[in-house]
């Protein structure tokens, strides 16, 4: 089964509109180096979704591709949370919130995020890019130093290039190189600030935060958590990272999103009443845009209820996660003790044969991400293979053997 190919498949294979201005025709020759190298992506569309289950082109596939990590994407009581405000207050907040878009829906979602995170505030975002592309250049400029984990997500590296503060990118997860550099610094900034996922996106391990903490304490430095993938998922209670590693009230900063776990749409970002009260008057992410529609924060707030009310959803994704960790491992490639295992890389260097594997596990009815640079490294190209409270373990099972299989073919 193929993917239905974009516009810009079209406009390279000459189906398209020919280029029709200098800018076109510079653009046109470099979508075509992408091409040539393998890295050009397009869109599909997704008509319907089911649990773990998507259509594609009128075909259902088993979707090993999606954040949804608890299964609520597709749950009625987070659909009807959000139809029902719809009905009564119809789309858009129509205003950022700090002219006439606050709508009480925002603040009773930032006080539910603030007791489940153990902080005293939040303040909600439009997206996980906009909270990390506002939070991190309020909170740091030329007179301070970020220290950022090299496999930090593109939002981080934006924030951090937006706040003109120096950077310090330190090796993946390296406690000692941070020390160093922390060490190295002492005394030459007004503010330090060290930036990290709780989860890593496509590799899927974790910050070792318990000793991140004592290491900033013992340098002054504040952190930053971006905790995207541990939102709702980790720790007993599902607050997160920090609840993982029991170092909740020592993170100065936390940023989760509501799109993934929680299965709804937007970001947050949590701390202290004072960090809220700063963020609401200096991130320009959100001074500068519309509110969310209070749908989404009907939906997520609902959300939120579900995760917290019906635990098994956690305990199923963990025994999902073991049973796919398991699998690859059959397969000869091992997976690290230290994956939570709802993300799960395949890591096989080369773009094209990625390419091909994704391709072929399409055929046989499982959706994967084939992940290709610059969203992993140059020479890391992987499937990444993220699992859900959704799925059966016979759909596993059979991800596995179709992955067996693929791997057979293509050597």
Not at 104 to 127: D, V, W, Y
Not at 254 to 279: D, I, P, Q
Not at 331 to 338: D, I, K, M
Request: glycine letters at 10%; a negative charge; aromatic letters at 4%.
């Amino acid at each position: 089964m193929a993917l239905p190919v974009s516009v810009t498949s079209s406009v390279l294979d000459g189906s398209g509109l020919a280029a029709r201005t200098t800018l076109d025709s510079e653009l046109a020759r470099e979508l075509e180096a992408l091409h040539a190298a393998g890295l050009l992506r397009s869109l599909y569309a997704v008509d319907r979704r089911d649990g773990q289950r998507v259509m594609v082109a009128g075909r259902w596939l088993a979707d090993f591709s999606s954040n949804d990590y608890l299964g609520l994407a597709t749950d009625p009581r987070v659909g009807s949370a959000a139809a029902a405000v719809l009905q009564r207050d119809q789309t858009g907040a129509a205003a950022s919130r700090n002219l006439s878009g606050n709508h009480p829906l925002h603040e009773s979602l930032e006080t539910a995020i603030a007791r489940l995170k153990g902080t005293e505030a939040a303040l909600l975002f439009t997206s996980g890019f906009a909270a990390n592309a506002g939070a991190l250049p309020a909170l740091a400029d030329r007179s301070d130093a970020i220290y950022s984990d090299a496999l930090n997500h593109a939002s981080i590296v934006d924030g951090c290039r937006l706040s003109r503060a120096t950077v310090r990118v330190f090796p993946h997860a390296d406690l000692d190189a941070l020390g160093g550099l922390l060490t190295a610094d002492r005394g030459k900034f007004r503010r330090r600030l060290i930036v990290v996922e709780g989860v890593f996106s496509m590799d899927g391990d974790l910050f070792p935060l318990d000793g991140l903490i004592p290491l900033a304490r013992e340098h002054d430095a504040a952190v930053f958590l971006d905790d995207a993938h541990g939102t709702g998922v980790m720790g007993a209670g599902g607050a997160g990272s920090a609840e993982h590693w029991g170092v909740g009230p020592a993170v100065d900063v936390t940023m989760g999103t509501l799109g993934k776990a929680l299965g709804a749409s937007g970001s947050f970002v949590a701390g202290s009443a004072l960090l809220r009260e700063y963020l609401l008057n200096r991130a320009r992410t959100f001074v500068f845009t519309t509110g969310a529609p209070p749908a989404l924060a009907a939906a997520a707030l609902a959300a939120i209820s579900v995760a917290q009310s019906e635990p098994w959803r956690r305990e199923r994704l963990r025994a999902n996660a073991a049973r796919l960790k398991a699998g690859i491992e059959g397969l000869g490639y091992p997976v690290s003790a230290a994956l939570p295992g709802h993300i799960v890389p395949v890591v096989l260097a080369d773009v094209e044969r990625t390419v091909r594997i994704g391709g072929l596990l399409l055929e046989r009815g499982h959706l994967v991400g084939a992940i290709r640079p610059p969203s992993v490294p140059p020479g890391s190209a992987r499937l990444r293979l993220t699992v859900t409270a959704a799925h059966d373990p016979d759909e596993i099972d059979a991800l596995i053997d179709a992955l067996g299989e693929a791997l057979r073919i293509t050597g």
